[in-house]
């Protein structure tokens, strides 16, 4: 894609991946959480 004003791509992809990973971070403790929680063990 052309254009005039062509921003750098790279701090978007960065935040953009930082904040993939913290929700996939969230996820696993959410999950772990949760498996404790079923196992009987208090959080």
Do not use: C, H
Not at 8 to 35: E, H, K, N, S, W
């Amino acid at each position: 894609m052309e254009s005039y004003w062509y921003p750098p791509a790279a701090p978007f992809r960065t935040v953009i991946a930082i904040g993939i990973a913290l929700l996939l971070l969230q996820g696993l403790v959410q999950f772990v959480r949760d498996v404790n929680l079923v196992m009987g063990r208090k959080p």
